[in-house]
């Protein structure tokens, strides 16, 4: 079973009526929306495109570390791993500013799986085991989220909006 990530735009009265209940965070999480601009698929790249983002693994106090920082947990998922995450208003506003600022030439320039083996990355060593054999098809894997999370970051900043981080 593998770990894969989706960030969702959440409103403050989003935010609040999920409050601890990890029920109500799944269901929001997942109903109907603009899925152009409300949800991100990272797919099992999650942590890969958190490391092109923050240049480090795992917590990080960056501005663009909201996909693996320490963030407060609304509960566990299902399967008892990962589970929903808030992420504020404040925070997502921060993240787009330093997006924006970040090119997606840039970001391709910070594609490099042995680095994230070599910092064990979630799913690693998969990521250089398939960029040996189709470095292209891998890399636009890894990159196929980012347009969203541009849309999706532009979008609750603009509308003083968190997210939902969701790790199942």
């Excluded at 098809?137 to 969701?166: D, F, K």
Aim: some cysteine; overall charge negative.
């Amino acid at each position: 079973m593998s770990m894969v990530m989706y960030l969702r735009r959440a409103s403050h009265a989003d935010i609040a009526r999920i409050g601890e209940d990890s029920e109500a965070a799944h269901r929001f999480a997942f109903e109907e929306g603009d899925q152009d601009r409300d949800l991100v698929d990272f797919d099992v790249a999650w942590d890969a495109v958190h490391f092109m983002l923050c240049g480090e693994s795992y917590d990080t106090v960056h501005p663009l570390g909201i996909i693996a920082c320490r963030l407060p947990e609304i509960g566990l998922d299902a399967n008892g791993f990962g589970g929903f995450s808030v992420i504020s208003p404040l925070a997502m506003k921060h993240f787009a500013k330093a997006l924006a600022a970040l090119s997606d030439e840039e970001l391709a320039r910070r594609y490099d799986p042995h680095a994230w083996l070599a910092n064990d990355l979630y799913r690693g060593d998969m990521f250089v085991e398939d960029d040996e054999e189709n470095p292209a098809e891998t890399r636009a894997y890894v990159m196929q989220g980012v347009p969203a999370l541009r849309r999706l970051a532009s979008s609750c900043a603009a509308n003083g909006e968190g997210a939902i981080r969701i790790l199942v």
